[in-house]
Each structure stands twice: as C-alpha cells, then as structure tokens.
C-alpha cells in the first residue's frame, strides 16, 4: 500500500523559513517523478512543485520561484520541499504526492505564515 | 497557464439520482505525446483528494464502477450514474499536458 507521510509544517513569520518533509513507502519511490500541491484554507488545489526521477529537473509554481526549492533523497525514500521568505498567501496545507499525474496522495502538512 | 473552468459550482443531488460535472480546458489539453491527460479527483469532507479518473477516462483502481469520465478537444465530464451518500464532497478537473498543471475551482456535491 502506498503511504505518503508529510512533517514539517508549523506556524512561521513572514519572512521565515521552513522544511517540509515526505516519507514514502509501498512503492519504489527512486522510480517516480513527486509533487507537492497545497489548498489554502476552504480554497481549491494548487499545484506547487515537481521533481522528476533522478531529481535533475525541476520545476515551480511562478507564485513560488525562487522562494521554494524542491528535493527528493532516495536514498531515504524522502521528498523534501524547501520554503524561503514565507508569505501570508503561502498558508495552506501541503500534500505530497506520487507521480507525474498525481495518483496518491499524503495527509498532508499545515503551514500557518503569521505575525 | 491552461485555465480549467468547472461548472456547477455547486450540485445539490438526489441520493440514487446520477449527477454530471463539467470541465472546459482554454485549449485543448492534449500532450505532444498524443495522450490527453485530463484527471478528476474528489476530495471527501476532511480528506486528502483522491484520484478518481486518469487520461479523461480511466478509472483508478477500486473506483466504483458508477463513477465515469468522458470529453474531448476542451470539454469533458465527470459522470455518477446513482449518487451514493459517500459520494458527497468536492469535485475538481485537472489538466497535466501543458505546463504548469492546473486544476479546476472545484464543484461542490451535496444532498439535496
């Protein structure tokens, strides 16, 4: 069974930092290019980052550039997603999920950017 | 960007009455690939989303069978020949053969 277990969220100021962690089981995670999609509270999906298998493409919302950074250690089964310079619109909870076309998903990882 | 428009946005049922959403893609999502890779996903009251539909028509595994997904060029159609109460939740379209991908507003299913 595919799991997918997001850490990582909390409260943060604006202007600060954050890691958000996915660990992956139930399938051969080095094999799939990962996604991090995030809804902001009772909004819709957004679609935020991808990685692809290897880890040496990468792309971003422009909402997100070169404010976020995503990584992925397969080594550790493990997806990572990088935030700088955190915003008030970045608030949302954070899904990781499988593959290029989205087929699981975790539980997700609130993130609060607040003063 | 692809823009995903769904309508209703909002779609009071009748438990064992069927219900159909639509979703218009601003241009036709198909890939250079040849593959149309429009997906629908629900997301249930308190839940993660949860793909329901890939390629416009293919259904996920252990997706009931009730639960169908039909379109081509831009428009397409997320069909539930009888609602069941499990059903109840939001609905959204999501394109992913053009860069960035791009979802739908979402479309609201509850019981009449």
């Known amino acids: 069974e595919v799991q997918l277990l997001e850490s990582g969220g909390g409260l943060v100021q604006p202007g600060g930092s954050l890691r958000l962690s996915c660990a992956a089981s139930?399938?051969?995670?080095?094999?799939?290019?990962m996604n991090w999609v995030r809804q902001a509270p009772g909004k819709g999906l957004e679609w935020v980052s991808v990685i692809s298998i290897g880890g040496s493409t990468t792309y971003s919302a422009d909402s997100v550039k070169g404010r976020f950074t995503i990584s992925r250690d397969d080594s550790k089964n493990t997806l990572f997603l990088q935030m700088n310079n955190l915003r008030g619109d970045d608030t949302a909870l954070y899904y990781c999920?499988?593959?290029?076309?989205?087929?699981?998903w975790g539980q997700g990882t609130l993130v609060t950017v607040s003063s | 960007d692809v823009v995903m428009t769904q309508s209703p946005l909002s779609l009071p049922v009748t438990l064992g009455q069927p219900a159909s959403i639509s979703c218009r893609s601003s241009?036709?999502?198909?890939?250079?690939?040849?593959?149309?890779?429009l997906n629908w996903f629900q997301q249930r009251p308190g839940q993660s989303p949860r793909r329901l539909i890939y390629?416009?028509?293919d259904r996920d595994s252990g997706v009931p069978d009730r639960f169908s997904g039909s379109g081509s060029g831009t428009d397409f159609t997320l069909k539930i020949s009888r609602v069941e109460a499990e059903d109840i939740g939001v609905y959204y379209c999501m394109q992913a053969s053009h860069w960035p991908p791009t979802f739908g507003q979402g479309t609201k299913v509850e019981i009449k």
């Open positions: 390629k416009v028509s």
């Open positions: 999920t499988k593959g290029d076309w989205l087929d699981s």
């Open positions: 241009q036709s999502p198909v890939h250079s690939d040849g593959n149309t890779y």
């Open positions: 139930g399938f051969t995670f080095r094999t799939y290019a």
